[in-house]
């Protein structure tokens, strides 16, 4: 089997005068003992763009969406948010970053009202505006029902939403969202995008890691390839699909699709 | 089918130490525990071959009830059952129930408890070396015995997954447990005591137990060696039937937990209630100081350690009235301050990855560190304050006061302030959000022990200037010493925090 050979990256165009990337990273790298995770990853996500990254699984997503926003040191390269480097002024860009991680435990042992409450008041807002937002998220979100359950007893979907809402609480002007739809029901997902949707459309930019190729295509406007810690491809969805669906480019790009021969056995007739 | 279920659990355990060396390491204190344990009892049962045979009987079947028993209560208390081999993974290969079972028992019996067990039951065949046919009776004897503790360890657990997987009885039963292992030392006393004076209680009760399904397999060598045949044919029967019994009640209960997953949802909440997080201060310190008194309550990982305070004055009281000495009390107030100070120094390790949301939200370190020592400031003040004066009550010690007082709230305030460090610099393996905090991760214990005795080294050399002034005014008698041993304790700790 041969795996067909990627085009040529095509690199984003640096950031359009005029427009200021909302996050722009240079040089990402990361090493976990013996493995290279991220390779040098350059990006510029353009202010107000509901931009994707999608990758085969181990293509390096999280590991760089991490260190763009803060939460794992990267051994080279930086990551700038509207102007503020992450690393030098973790605690103005953090202002600026509303993030929900995946795979990160939540303090679950507080009901899903009171961890919305605490990440508000951990990011020092008022009591007031705090206990407003908290009742618009949990109706946004139909979680208003389970608002007094404790975390630890909510379903993965729940879950799922519940860290949304303390990634929005505090009105940010990037969201950083890995893989946020999930175990996601198909209604809060058509709820949780509008949400994004509107988002953006006031001036927000979003940042999604993502599997679902049908789904990126459909929602969002730019769209970044990483596989193997390096990026295959990023720009317009549309630049980068090329006339093709999105999801036949990405196999094209990444390789690695088997054909469906072999395993004769398994037919029943 | 039974080898390759044996060959599973081995390849597991040997991959799971794979991962990490200090697993090795937690696993090889672990087993070097055992092992001093198992040879005390293997020489023990070696010796009571000489010994007269109704005391080597009273042993042996007192010993093996225990640990029947011992393997039907530990799982369920302690929910720390070796899960490697759960046989809710295997539902989707058709494996026959016969011989799953055969394979999960005789899997029971790899690893340390199981090994530590057949090697003293098999040892009592030493015990009965005095024909061969009590050697031999001896050898079923251990055979059925260890094979019934594995067994109703199985069914115990079968029957209570479902109830041990709600989250509530986990929480509750992993602090109920606590409490004997508290109250061990004075009832180990108690027992000790009472040993002597029921000397001739013990072997009626022996003999009672031994016709009971926990006693019986035990039994049966004894019997033979005094030349009670028809005893022995009885015994060997209970404990056979007993060990089919439980064979089959665990199957009926795997069978059935098979096709019924535990239902581990509750009910619906409508929020509302913000408890503590609406009562303090809006503010970032106050918010982590609201968050870490709510898990003070709520997570049994915090909560296990608070239970041992209440119990402590209950242990010191008890040695004093004992001994008829109280000087132990004195140490009351300052340990207390010590366990209180220094539960919190896994604190971000017990948060595991959920500090992320700590790290994405940009507080600063001091109003974490603060709020977290503020939470712990808020009950162990008081305890220390209510211990302190309680001794001084307690002995009518009130010249005394002051140093107590002195040395504790230094201890306290010095202990948070450290460990408010250890807790950020060093993060060790601890149990996991949601598991009993009996569920030592392997590893732990070498880990936990470098960590905290070198904290506890460096609080030492800390306290020395409280501690100075303590002897000082023991030695001089006078009081005016004390008065200045107040006032370091909160200037180190804040030293403490500042640098955290």
């Known amino acids: 089997m041969t795996a067909p050979i990627p085009d040529p990256p095509l690199y984003d165009q640096p950031a359009r005068a005029g427009i200021p990337a909302a996050l722009s990273i240079r040089g990402l790298a990361k090493r976990f003992g013996g493995k290279i995770a991220v390779d040098g990853i350059s990006l510029e996500v353009p202010a107000g763009s509901f931009y994707a990254i999608v990758g085969p699984n181990g293509a390096g997503k999280t590991t760089t969406l991490s260190m763009a926003t803060g939460l794992l040191r990267p051994d080279f390269g930086t990551a700038v948010v509207h102007g503020v480097d992450v690393w030098r002024q973790p605690l103005e860009a953090k202002k600026l970053m509303g993030i929900l991680p995946d795979g990160v435990r939540l303090f679950d042992r507080l009901t899903g009202e009171q961890l919305i409450t605490y990440a ?35 379903s993965a979907g729940m879950t799922k939403k519940i860290a949304l809402a303390s990634a929005l609480i505090h009105a940010p002007r990037l969201l950083v969202l890995d893989e946020p739809f999930e175990a996601v029901d198909p209604v809060s997902a058509a709820n949780i995008r509008s949400i994004l949707d509107s988002y953006v459309a006031s001036g927000g930019t979003v940042i999604v890691s993502s599997h679902v190729m049908d789904l990126v295509q459909r929602m969002c406007d730019h769209v970044a390839v990483v596989a193997g810690g390096r990026l295959l491809a990023a720009g317009t969805v549309d630049d980068v699909r090329g006339g093709a669906s999105l999801e036949d480019r990405f196999v094209q790009l990444v390789g690695g699709r088997s054909h469906t021969e072999g395993l004769e056995w398994l037919r029943t007739s | 089918m039974v080898a390759h279920l044996l060959k599973l659990k081995l390849a597991l355990l040997r991959n799971g130490l794979r991962r990490s060396p200090w697993q090795l390491v937690g696993m090889a204190f672990a087993g070097l525990y055992a092992l001093g344990l198992v040879v005390t009892l293997v020489v023990a049962l070696v010796l009571l071959r000489t010994a007269p045979q109704d005391v080597a009987y009273t042993a042996v079947v ?18 720390a059952t070796d899960m490697t081999l759960d046989p809710a993974r295997f539902t989707t290969f058709a494996i026959p129930m016969k011989q799953m079972l055969a394979g999960l028992a005789l899997g029971g019996l790899i690893g340390i408890p199981g090994l530590a067990t057949s090697l003293v039951a098999l040892s009592t065949v030493a015990t009965w070396w005095r024909g061969f046919l009590p050697a031999l009776a001896a050898a079923a004897g251990a055979v059925l015995g260890v094979l019934t503790c594995v067994v109703l360890a199985k069914v115990v657990t079968t029957a209570t997954a479902s109830l041990a997987s709600s989250r509530r009885f986990k929480d509750v039963s992993a602090i109920a447990f606590m409490v004997p292992l508290v109250l061990m030392g004075p009832i180990v006393a108690g027992i000790g005591q009472g040993i002597p004076a029921s000397t001739g209680f013990l072997p009626v009760f022996a003999q009672t137990l031994s016709w009971t399904p926990l006693g019986a397999p035990w039994a049966i060598s004894g019997e033979v060696a005094a030349g009670r045949p028809g005893s022995a044919v009885l015994k060997l029967l209970i404990s056979a ?150 001794y001084s009550m307690f002995t009518g010690d009130w010249a005394g006061l002051p140093g107590q007082l002195g040395l504790s709230l230094g201890i306290l305030f010095t202990g948070l302030g450290l460990s408010s460090v250890v807790s950020a610099r060093y993060t060790v393996a601890v149990p996991l959000p949601g598991e009993s905090p009996f569920k030592k991760p392997p590893g732990n214990v ?52 500042w640098r955290a």
């Not at chain 2, 010993?63 to 208390?77: F, M």
């Not at chain 2, 070498?446 to 200037?465: C, N």
Request: proline fraction near 6%.
């Open chain 2, 241 to 390: 039937a007993t060990l089919a019994v439980l064979a089959w009640a665990w199957k009926v209960l795997l069978e059935r937990a098979l096709v019924t997953p535990p239902y581990a949802g509750s009910g619906k909440r409508k929020g509302g209630r913000l408890g503590l997080l609406g009562l303090l201060p809006a503010v970032p310190a106050g918010a982590v100081m609201a968050r870490s008194l709510t898990y003070w309550f709520r997570d049994p990982r915090y909560s296990g350690s608070l239970v041992v305070i209440p119990l402590l004055p209950v242990a010191l009281v008890f040695q004093g009235v004992q001994t008829g000495d109280f000087t132990s009390l004195a140490f009351l107030a300052p340990l207390s301050a010590f366990i209180l100070a220094w539960s919190i120094s896994a604190d971000v390790s017990y948060d595991n990855t959920a500090f992320a949301l700590h790290l994405a939200s940009g507080i600063r370190g001091v109003a974490d560190r603060l709020g977290r020592a503020l939470a712990c400031l808020a009950f162990a003040l008081p305890v220390v304050l209510v211990f302190a004066v309680g």
């Open chain 1, 120 to 154: 508000g008041l951990l990011r020092g807002m008022d009591k007031d505006v705090v206990a407003g937002r908290v009742a618009d998220l949990l109706a946004a979100l139909d979680l208003q029902n389970d608002a007094g359950t404790l975390v630890v007893d909510y």
């Open chain 2, 446 to 497: 070498g880990q936990t022990l470098a960590v905290q005795f070198g904290g506890l080294v460096v609080l030492m050399v800390l306290v020395l200037p409280e501690v100075a002034l303590l002897v000082a005014q023991l030695v001089t008698g006078s009081p005016s010493w004390a008065g200045s041993i107040l006032p370091p304790g909160p200037a180190l700790a804040s030293g403490c925090l």
């Open chain 2, 62 to 79: 007192l010993g093996g009830s225990a640990a029947i028993l011992g393997w039907g209560i530990v799982p369920v208390v302690a929910s």
